[in-house]
């Protein structure tokens, strides 16, 4: 069976699951034609930071990571290439696959790139529709976007993504895309069949882009917010709480 949850494929094979997610980056890169200058190996970082954390959001470990490239091997595919290895390694995320293809017949002036990261997990493990009524919704992060990304230190790295992973008290998380908090707020809204009561009142801006997946949301029981709250080195804001809305 396969089913579309948030922005992820599930494909269930017994008591064995598959997930499988991905990203693209545009006119970010130190091609003629970007927009926004930045070094080839972190445009490689952040894309592979993206789609691995969504996988590591719902339980999934990734294992095949697939690269498609707009632009030539060399020297743009390989110092993307190269990004894309060392945001791996650096995360302690080894023997994973990679595969993937280059544009070589066409000369490019703007970078693009594109990457599939496919997961394994046990399904007993996954963290999917495990929200209930009464459980805490908090904010590990803030939103960045474009320029805020190369300069704020508050972004979750790929790290913290991996520390959500392994924590038990976390039921469900979900990274914060481009259409920002509300909206995936909204999605677990929709995914857990509960209403969200908010309950902060910061000058949070829960309509900004989340850029790639800056924050994180997480949910988990009111008895584990000390140790939710102390999980990780970046900001943390309690959203609010999933009520009954019957």
């Known amino acids: 069976m396969v089913e579309r949850y948030r922005d992820v494929l599930i494909i269930y094979e017994s008591d064995t699951v598959y997930a499988i997610a991905c990203d693209s980056i545009g006119a970010i890169?130190?091609?003629?034609?970007?927009?926004?200058?930045?070094?080839?190996?972190?445009?490689?970082?952040t894309v592979t930071k993206v789609a691995v954390s969504e996988l590591l959001c719902i339980g999934a470990w990734p294992i095949i990571i697939s690269d498609t490239l707009s632009n030539e091997m060399n020297p743009t595919g390989i110092k993307i290439i190269g990004g894309i290895r060392k945001e791996l390694n650096d995360n302690e995320i080894y023997d994973v696959a990679l595969t993937g293809s280059?544009?070589?017949?066409?000369?490019?002036?703007?970078?693009?790139?594109?990457?599939?990261?496919?997961?394994?997990?046990?399904?007993?493990?996954?963290?999917?529709?495990?929200?209930?009524?009464?459980?805490?919704v908090g904010l590990f992060g803030y939103p960045r976007v474009g320029q805020e990304v190369l300069c704020c230190h508050d972004i979750l790295s790929l790290k913290d993504y991996v520390k959500i992973f392994r924590c038990?008290?976390?039921?469900?998380?979900?990274?914060?895309?481009?259409k920002g908090i509300k909206h995936e707020l909204d999605v677990l809204k929709?995914?857990?069949g509960l209403e969200f009561l908010k309950e902060y009142k910061s000058d949070l801006d829960d309509t900004k882009?989340?850029?790639?997946?800056?924050?994180?949301?997480?949910?988990?029981?009111?008895g584990d917010r000390r140790k939710i709250e102390n999980l990780l080195d970046k900001p943390f804001v309690r959203l609010g709480r999933l009520i009954d809305g019957r």
């Open 29 to 45: 890169g130190n091609k003629e034609g970007d927009i926004l200058k930045v070094d080839e190996e972190i445009v490689g970082r």
């Open 190 to 192: 929709l995914s857990s």
């Open 168 to 178: 038990g008290e976390i039921v469900e998380a979900i990274p914060v895309g481009s």
């Open 209 to 222: 882009s989340g850029g790639p997946s800056t924050c994180c949301i997480v949910v988990y029981k009111e």
């Open 102 to 136: 280059t544009e070589e017949n066409i000369p490019s002036t703007m970078t693009g790139v594109g990457v599939t990261a496919i997961g394994k997990a046990e399904k007993e493990a996954l963290k999917v529709r495990k929200a209930k009524a009464g459980m805490e």
